[in-house]
């Protein structure tokens, strides 16, 4: 009995060290969906409403799918992109690029299954929280 539970514990042991040492770039490779999308812009009160349902769309209708040969395909609110990415070495950013214009994001969070990325421009933060979907 001692032998089995010894032989479980380096099983769970070596499946959790394996997790763990899982590259950052590795961990972006797949399809992501946003499920939180925050900014620090100010919305008038009167659009909040219109920008409200636009997130929930957003929501339900986005898919980035980062390949991991360094291109990605994004649909975000039916409109559809290709471009490629980066991620840097120490894994603290992100950088896509659709025809040129770059974006550097700064990974907040990064697990295999979710991400948060921040976007700072000007004096605007938006900050995407995205799920893994396979």
């Known amino acids: 009995m001692k032998k089995l539970s010894t032989l479980i514990f380096t099983i769970s042991l070596f499946l959790f060290l394996s997790s763990c040492s899982q590259s ?4 972006i490779t797949g399809e992501w969906q946003i ?3 925050q900014t620090t812009s100010d919305i008038p009160d009167d659009q909040m ?3 409200n349902e636009q997130i929930e769309e957003m929501k339900k209708s986005s ?6 040969n360094g291109s990605f395909e994004q649909t975000i609110l039916d409109e559809e992109a290709t471009g490629t990415w980066e991620v840097s070495e120490d894994g603290k950013t992100l950088t896509t690029d659709v025809n040129g214009n770059k ?3 700064q990974i907040q969070e990064l697990s295999p299954e979710k991400m948060v990325l921040v976007l700072e421009f000007d004096d605007n933060k938006t900050t995407t929280t995205f799920e893994k979907v396979k």
């Open 103 to 105: 974006e550097v994001k």
């Open 63 to 68: 898919k980035i799918n980062f390949k991991a």
């Open 49 to 51: 409403e219109a920008y």
């Open 35 to 37: 499920v939180d999308l």
């Open 24 to 27: 950052a770039h590795d961990m």
